[in-house]
């Protein structure tokens, strides 16, 4: 392999995290393939993952992101202020998804750590995320993260999930 066919795939293979667009919705919808998987990342009652409920997502929060490795797509997550009662300062990373031969590669968790230095350096205090209590594999993301249960120690850490607490504005 010669010096140029090396730099040119190094120029192709950059990581970028992006806005969402409309563009990349049947991608990602097929990462989620079961009615228990569309349960493990919304508690919208719904069978399967389609562009419209990614779409409205989206539209309900403040940003949707998505990290690629060039022109391939590799995960995507809402970052929002809105859906559930927080106290000023406070965002959300939420729907995460990862596609399926990402999965268990660290994307995930340098993608929330990516989102998360965004918000944070956007003015937020602090990060926080939930997740159901039997999604195994974001409960194994938090832990990696090192990410703080606060489940029940704030009041607005109710409901049926786990919550967990992430970087803050001192954040390093």
Not at 35 to 51: A, M, Q, Y
Not at 63 to 87: K, N
Not at 123 to 137: L, S, W
Request: glycine share 6%.
């Amino acid at each position: 392999m010669g010096r140029e066919e090396l730099l040119t795939r190094v120029d192709n293979a950059c990581l970028s995290l992006d806005l969402f667009t409309s563009d990349a919705s049947k991608e990602i919808c097929s990462w989620v393939r079961s009615t228990r998987e569309i349960k493990l990342i919304s508690s919208d009652v719904v069978n399967e993952l389609t562009p419209s409920l990614l779409q409205r997502w989206v539209d309900e929060s403040l940003a949707g992101y998505v990290l690629r490795f060039g022109d391939e797509l590799i995960a995507f997550a809402t970052a929002s202020d809105v859906e559930w009662e927080f106290p000023p300062g406070l965002c959300e990373i939420c729907h995460l998804v990862v596609a399926p031969r990402h999965r268990q590669r660290y994307h995930g968790s340098f993608f929330v750590n990516w989102i998360s230095r965004v918000l944070v350096g956007s003015g937020f205090d602090r990060v926080t995320g939930r997740a159901c209590a039997h999604n195994e594999p974001a409960l194994r993301l938090m832990s990696y993260l090192r990410w703080h249960e606060v489940s029940g120690q704030e009041a607005w850490a109710t409901g049926p999930f786990r919550w967990f607490t992430g970087p803050a504005r001192d954040w390093k």
